[in-house]
C-alpha cells in the first residue's frame, strides 16, 4: 500500500506521457477479466483534486474472458493521462 501512496505523490509534478500502445491479442492474453460494457456519465471532479480528474461507471452486459463478480465496474481517471 505503501508504495503505491509514493508512486502517486512523486507523479504529481510529472508532466503528461502518452500511454504506450499494445495489441489487443497481448492485452486479453495478459487479462483475467475482458467484459463488454456500457459507458455511463463521466463525472468531473473539483480541480482541487491534485491527482485525480473524474470517474466514469462501466455496466457490464457480458463477460467475454473470465467471470465478473458485480454488475458495475467504477474507474477514476487521473490527470496528465493522454
Do not use: Q
Not at 503505491?4 to 491479442?25: D, E, F, H, S, Y
Request: hydrophobic share 55%; charged share 20%; aromatic share 4%.
Amino acid at each position: 500500500m505503501l508504495k503505491g501512496l509514493l508512486a502517486v505523490i512523486l507523479a504529481i509534478g510529472v508532466p503528461p506521457k502518452p500511454i504506450i500502445p499494445v495489441p489487443l491479442r497481448i492485452l486479453y492474453a495478459d487479462a483475467e477479466l475482458v467484459v463488454v460494457a456500457r459507458a455511463g456519465k463521466t463525472v468531473e471532479w473539483p480541480a482541487r483534486v491534485d491527482v485525480f480528474k473524474g470517474s466514469v461507471t462501466l455496466t457490464v452486459e457480458k463477460a467475454v474472458k473470465g467471470k465478473a463478480d458485480a454488475p458495475e465496474i467504477h474507474v477514476i481517471t487521473a490527470r496528465g493521462l493522454i
